[in-house]
């Protein structure tokens, strides 16, 4: 079994940064996925990034170029780093770990981030 255990939520000017971290409670995975999603109020949870077999990081179009999925020197924290946040980031934010054997999903409790005024 895995925990996720996220931080860094909280309110946030538009214009401003965050920076979300997911900590498991384990390292040493297989084959894995980090991935971090979102959702808004009265609309469906969102892939907001992915890692890739490649090493790289896929982005949503609504958040290319404003954040950055990256992993910290332990194996087991990720980070997503928020930038130029605009209102309609506003979302709990869910960190999840992908294994592929055994097919496994974990998820992180969920952190709110608030952009506005």
């Known amino acids: 079994q895995v925990q996720l255990v996220e931080s860094g939520g909280g309110w946030v000017q538009p214009g401003g940064s965050r920076r979300l971290s997911c900590a498991a409670s384990?390292?040493?995975?297989?084959?894995?996925?980090r991935r971090w999603y979102r959702q808004a109020p009265g609309k469906e949870r969102e892939l907001v990034a992915a890692?890739?077999?490649?090493?790289?990081?896929n982005y949503a179009d609504s958040v290319k170029g404003r954040f950055t999925s990256a992993r910290g020197n332990a194996e087991n924290t990720v980070y997503l780093q928020m930038n130029s946040l605009k209102p309609e980031d506003t979302a709990v934010y869910y960190c999840n770990l992908h294994l592929f054997w055994p097919p496994e999903d974990y998820w992180g409790q969920g952190t709110q981030v608030t952009v506005s005024s």
């Open positions: 890692s890739t077999r490649g090493g790289l990081t």
């Open positions: 384990r390292r040493g995975f297989g084959a894995k996925r």
